[in-house]
Each structure stands twice: as C-alpha cells, then as structure tokens.
C-alpha cells in the first residue's frame, strides 16, 4: 500500500488447497479483501497483515472493501443469490437475500469509505425490456427505519449497469452500457449527473478523483479512444492508442496495488 506517486504493493502468499475457485481482490487504501471466486474462503487485510476471514455458506461470486475495512459480497444461494455484509474482522453483520424477480440479480456492489453505505447494482427483465435498479442500503442510524435499510434507489430502464464504485468522499458511481450516472451523499446518496456516450465501451478503469472509459474508435493504427472524466462529470482528457491492455494473471503469490480496473 502506499501513495499515488510512491504505491506499495500488497502480496500475500495463499494456501493452493484452501482457495479452489480463481482469485480475485479488491483494494481501498490500506484496506484489502481476496477472494476465492466460485469456493467459499474471504480473507480481509490491512497494512500490517490478515485482519480476518470467514467460510461462506455459498459460493463467491464477487467481493468488495471499503477504506474501513467493511467488505460486501455476492454469494450463489443457487435459486436465490445473496448479498453479505462483513466487519474487518469477519463478523457477518448483515445478509440480504435476492431474487430475479425482486429485486433482480446483483451484478455489482461497492461500499462507502465509511462502511456505513453498501451500493448495490441490479439487473431484471420487465416485459422484454432490461432494467437495472442501483440502492442503496444504509447500516447505520439513518437506515434503521427505512424497509430493508433502503435509503434511496433509481430504476434505469432499458440500461444495463455492470460495474460501480464509490469514488472519494460521499461520491460514487454506477457505470452503464451508455455512460455512467454519479451519485453524492454521505447518508441518503442522490444522483447528481448521468453522462451518455455513443459508443461501445469495452473497458473502465478509475480511482478517487477519475472515471475512465476507453472505446473502440475505427482507426486502423489506434484503434482505441479513452477519456478521463472528474467525479464531477467534467471531461479531463480525451487521447488514442493502439495496444490495449491485459491484466496480469494470479500467482501462488497474489499482489494488488489500488489500481481499479475492469
């Protein structure tokens, strides 16, 4: 772990029996998470080492931290899918369980830098039209009194949402099929701007203070196209390139930096 300028890296040596599905991790400062992808073991870290871990009754399908060290998770129940929220330490603090036809299937999920905010992304067919729904869940005092902990949550027809994030502070991010909406708020999260593209986006990447999109342009010697924007949806940079970038793969030793992309 470490700053922008100087980042640390983070490597852990990882037990071949214990983790049977492939390893996935996610990074928040000082704060990680791995993930054993398709088996059951989450290990959470910080700077000085495993901080906790938990066996999970279903399968992992997609796990995220926060800053504070709170860690999110989609788990495969099978006929349901579910949604776990854990401490540092492992302890479960709460469990959601979902469903295609309420309130869709969870193709993301993100947590504030606080823990106090888990963001989650679905998905579910109305008639012949996809449609994604983005909630927020609210753990702290503010949700006790909301249904589910549901604090606000926006319905986007006909869009598909795979990926969001929480960015710096209160703000966070869902990115669509067509842009990507931003919300802002450190208790009840409002969306603030939604910036559509009319191109295929075929990746994104992002940290604190930027949002990126890179798409395919038609060029024959740079193919691809990439724009940075701020988190306030202000278009920072605009530049073409000709490779496009692969991710390393995992090791008997995983290392991760904060670099976020998917």
Not at 95 to 110: C, F, S
Request: glycine share 10%; charged share 25%; with cysteine.
């Amino acid at each position: 772990f470490g700053t922008e300028e100087n980042p640390l890296v983070l490597c852990h040596q990882l037990d071949p029996v214990s983790h049977t599905g492939g390893l996935v991790a996610d990074v928040r400062g000082d704060r990680a998470v791995i993930a054993d992808q398709d088996g059951t073991l989450l290990e959470m870290f910080d700077k000085d080492g495993e901080t906790g871990s938990v066996t999970t009754s279903y399968n992992i399908i997609k796990a995220r931290v926060s800053s504070s060290g709170m860690v999110a998770a989609i788990l495969d129940g099978g006929d349901a899918t579910w949604i776990n929220f854990y401490g540092s330490d492992g302890t479960l603090i709460a469990e959601n369980q979902t469903h295609l036809a309420d309130p869709g299937y969870p193709l993301d999920v993100a947590v504030s830098g606080s823990g106090d905010i888990m963001m989650v992304a679905y998905q579910f067919v109305d008639g012949s039209e996809t449609t994604s729904y983005v909630a927020f869940y609210n753990f702290g005092d503010v949700g006790q009194s909301e249904d589910d902990r549901i604090v606000s949550g926006y319905t986007y027809d006909g869009v598909v949402i795979p990926q969001i994030m929480y960015l710096d502070g209160d703000r966070s991010a869902a990115i669509r099929d067509d842009g990507f909406t931003l919300y802002k708020g450190s208790q009840i999260p409002k969306e603030v701007e939604t910036i559509k593209v009319d191109k295929e986006i075929v990746s994104t990447f992002y940290d604190d203070n930027i949002i990126g999109l890179v798409f395919k342009n038609g060029d024959k010697d740079k193919p691809y196209t990439m724009r940075g924007y701020s988190t306030d949806g202000s278009l920072k940079r605009n530049s073409i390139f000709r490779i496009q970038q692969s991710r390393p793969a995992a090791e008997t030793y995983f290392c991760t930096t904060a670099l976020r992309s998917v």
